[in-house]
């Protein structure tokens, strides 16, 4: 054995890795694996050995990943597996890598089953006969010492010790590849490692590619969790050693450190005993955390083995106090708003519409509040020594590459200079690279800076256009200047040829104009490597002259997609090369009346002739009308004196508005109902009757298409989003959580004042005839997509604002006979908007019978439906509405649901979370038991339907890390009343129900078991070990009514479920914030049997 290997194996910083017996160990590798044609290819990427909490001594993976395309053609992705191992396994196997074997044999070594379907991968690659391995080294948490260190732990948290084994010629890495891969590749490759390992490879971790790591933390047990606790919150830093931090009794030196804003302010040891007992506390008294003047602590444990002067780093620490929150909550409206934006979603892909809706949001919805907490009240030398490095730091920014050359008048004719020098520099620092400059004006004046400037090593090339640049010349003009142009700029390349000094290296090509627009300089490197860019934001030939030219680098990873970019369009086109340095020679619309006030409106005379009575007043408008009107005093200044004017004629609702053309008449009458107090008192006399006549001429004043119509309004106001609730059913309708008045609030009228008086007196007086209307202008909106683009407008505009005014008044408890019109069409939104005015009847307490008269008439599903919907909207009412309602639903159901027909009655009565209980749960001792008790439903489709919202909730949780909260009183009684069930089913219903539940379990686990889980991801592990505890919860209630079949696998359940939790710290229950989550858990389930729940549901199935 290399002696470099013995003394690492030998090291005790890894005795649990390599001697102790029984102990486990993951190893992990990611192999690249290439594929063109019938070729393939593998090589090493990363490998790492570590801790573990259990051995199953064969290798897991999969050789199904999806491969990324190469600009080349071949095709690659990153393979991962896992093996764990015992001790003896992972030293047997490390030391046939070092060897030189392949991952087969030294796998064959290791005792370490490989599958069939993996073999052939194994046995194609290993680290390669020339390795050297890097000492041991303690490398620092993450989450303090990121901005100090380079090299880091794998962990945010807790420190590492590292040693490594790495081919000598790890560098060939890089290249083995075509140079225009290498980009794709190790994007991709690194994207997903620091997706499966929590670090970045891209960035910080780039040093540790090619290696097959070594890691072992002196501070973590073998499930992962910390040996140790640290308290920093009071005046008293405190660290609780739970468990020792090496295999031997070893004395501890314990150091920490309290700084202000990057300085050390205090220092602190403390010491160990080799012979202490554990669990050991230090306490450190630390001034600055009792005067709160701190801003950071670091801590670190040496083990200072006997007889030795070295001491060893178990834990290097680090943590930032948050001492300031600066909190910015937007709350966003979501009201679906009409509009098209053609083009922000042309070309958009189906998988990404949900991308687009969320990009379409008015910001000018959202509600903003910023807010901010605590400050450095005593120790104010942090924010102000922050803020003038901050201030100085904007006005004397670090110089970048980034360039401005004013005009030449306005730089005293400096800025050529300025340019040619940055230029000069540019290509100085690349002498020996492929420059590409692209100026789709490129003339005589680039070509001599490119042979001033350039180097005799380096490759040049020149991309311009074919069009010539002043496009106001017509074409044969145009050509001629092209023509001008391009010989301009070959004469010099000739010129420059027959000198003394010759060309440098150089080919000019041109391009179809439509292609060429960017003015960039791409430079790579010999190898083809994406060096850097710059875009300048003029052609050369002109710059400074009449516009200043930006210079402004492309940054390095955006450089190789621009590259690629212009190599498509270079060999995607028809281009020439038109020299190679090493070829020698041979009517007026119907506007709207927002701006006008009544008077001026065509018609106002004749109605105020009618209105007062006063025949001279008729033809009349305008400056005439407003003559007129001085000798009656109806004028305040140039409106109407509301307090002068009259009441209209009496006769109004028995004869009708008979004046003639009508609709152009009632558009002036009602800008006069909007500006006088008589529109809102028109409106609201319960003792007059519409005309019939008169009640027909207002449905066609709404005729959307009718000649004449005003067309909408200007408003600012968003539009909603109509053909989202058209084409919905009442179903689907019932089950929005938001309520008709809150998605259809009130707002000014988006009509003609004409318009809108005829929907509000239909309303009020003829309501039939409005809900019909209604009803058939909703059918062709749907059927017709509105219409035309002004049709469209129009009609939306009227419906929204029908819609609008029969909300608000519904919303208020008024007008019965409106929602017994509304509930009379045949029109779902119509429907809905009537049955919540059902709702609201109910609940301000009118008679349920008087209430509920007008739902008698609805076939007997949808009366079903809306009566389960009434239930869960009517929940605050008092019992006797209850009772009254869910016996109309039992007595409305003559046979036993199905599975389906529960599910969709459910599903209407859901919280406002989406879950099947509410902050008080009511649905299954409400409804629920009745039903049974009536044999409608019975107690495993509860069970099943309970269950299967637990899974949904935990399904969600664990796939999109979805807040998970836990309230005893909602959440817990909710479990309580599944147990309860549980208990009411047979033996084989019971164990039916629990697959599910190991289902999720075993997804869960398999997130909480992946090495480093915290590290590859917080927070799904997090939402993991909150569903584990729910499900602990859930099993250890379900036990207490289980059968013997069922128990068992509870009990097994049980105990692996308290085998993740105890992965945990001591203080991870109060830091997630679920305290409440594990007291319900390991609460004592035997006192369900006492529960009411389980005689009512005794009684009910008795019956």
Partial sequence: MRQDLEQLIADARFHDLFHKNGQASAIQLWLLEFRYESETSIRWFYGRALQADHISSEWKGSLRGKFTTLPSGKRVRLLSFIAYVSADSLRKFTVSLVAGKTLFEASVDGVIRVGTDISDVFKAVGLGPEVCI??????????????????????????????????????????KFEAKDLSSIFRMACNRLDAETGMAFTSQDSWRLGDFEILCAPTLNQSERAKYCLSAKSEHAELEIIEPFTHEPTELLVVFKAFSDGAIQSSHVATVKKDASFPATVKFNVCSFKEERATAMTLEVFARPDNSEEAFLCLQVGNLF????????????????????????????????????????????????????????????????RDIASSLGSLLPPRSTARFFPKLSDSKGMSRLDLVEWLRKVFADHKKAQIAWFDPFMEDVGVELLHRMGASQGDYLIFTSEKQSNNGEDSCTGEV??????????????????????????????????????????IRSPSGLPTAGYQLSNSIQMANENHPLLVTPIPADILPGVLDYMDGIVEGSEHQIIFDSDVKDGGKPQTATDDLSPIEMQHSGDVLAWWMGSKELRGLSGHNLTEALKDYDLLAGTHINDAELCEPPSDFWTKGFDLEPFHGMWDAMGMFLAHSRFGDELTIRGDAHLDSAFEQRLVQHLNPDREGGLPARKTSEPRVDLNVYFNQNLED??????????????????????????????????????????????????????????????????????????????????????????????????????????KVELIQGNPTEKALAPIESLPNRDRVIVLCWLIGKTISVWPDCQQNLVGRLTSSISEPMSDQYLQDLTNLIRGPLGTLYHPTPWIFETLLAPLIGKKIVNPYQVAKLWLEDLLTQWNSTLSSDKHLSFVTASDGEFINELAIVFGFLTDDEQVGLLPKIQQIFKKLARTIRTPMSTQVNFRANHRAQQVNAWIYALANRLNTFACLPAAGQLTLLMENCSKLMRRQSPDYRTTIGSEDLFEYAFDDPRQLRSHPLCKALENAIQK
């Fill in 481 to 522: 200047a092209r023509q001008q142009r391009i010989q301009n700029l070959l004469q010099r390349c000739q010129d420059w040829g027959r000198s003394s000094f010759g060309n440098v290296r150089l080919r000019v090509i041109t391009l179809p104009h439509e292609k060429l627009h960017d003015r960039m300089i791409l």
């Fill in 733 to 838: 309708l019932l089950k929005l959580q938001q309520a008709p008045e809150q998605i259809f609030y009130y707002s000014p009228p988006t009509v003609g004042y004409g318009d809108y008086y005829a929907i509000a007196i239909l309303w009020q007086k003829a309501p039939n005839a409005l809900a019909s209307w209604l009803s058939n202008q909703i059918k062709d909106w749907v059927k017709n997509n509105g219409g035309s683009r002004n049709l469209r407008s129009r009609r939306g505009a009227l419906i929204t604002t029908a819609l609008r005014y029969i909300c608000t008044y519904i919303h208020f408890g008024k007008t019965k006979p409106g929602i017994e019109a509304l509930l009379a069409t045949d029109c779902p939104i119509n429907q809905w908007i009537g049955l919540n005015g059902v």
């Fill in 134 to 175: 890097r000492p041991t080294m303690h490398l620092p948490a993450r989450d303090y010492y990121r901005s100090i260190n380079q090299r880091l732990s794998p962990r945010d948290d807790i420190s590492f010790d590292s040693s490594a084994v790495s081919p000598l010629d790890k560098s060939a890495l890089l290249q």
């Fill in 322 to 385: 948050v001492r300031t929150i600066h909190s910015n909550i937007n709350v966003l409206s979501n009201t679906r708003v009409e509009g098209k934006f053609d083009w922000l979603k042309k070309q958009v892909p189906k998988h990404a519409r949900k991308q687009l809706d969320a990009v379409n949001t008015l910001q000018r919805s959202s509600t903003e509040s910023n807010s901010v907490i605590g400050g450095h009240k005593r120790d104010p030398w942090v924010g102000i020594n």
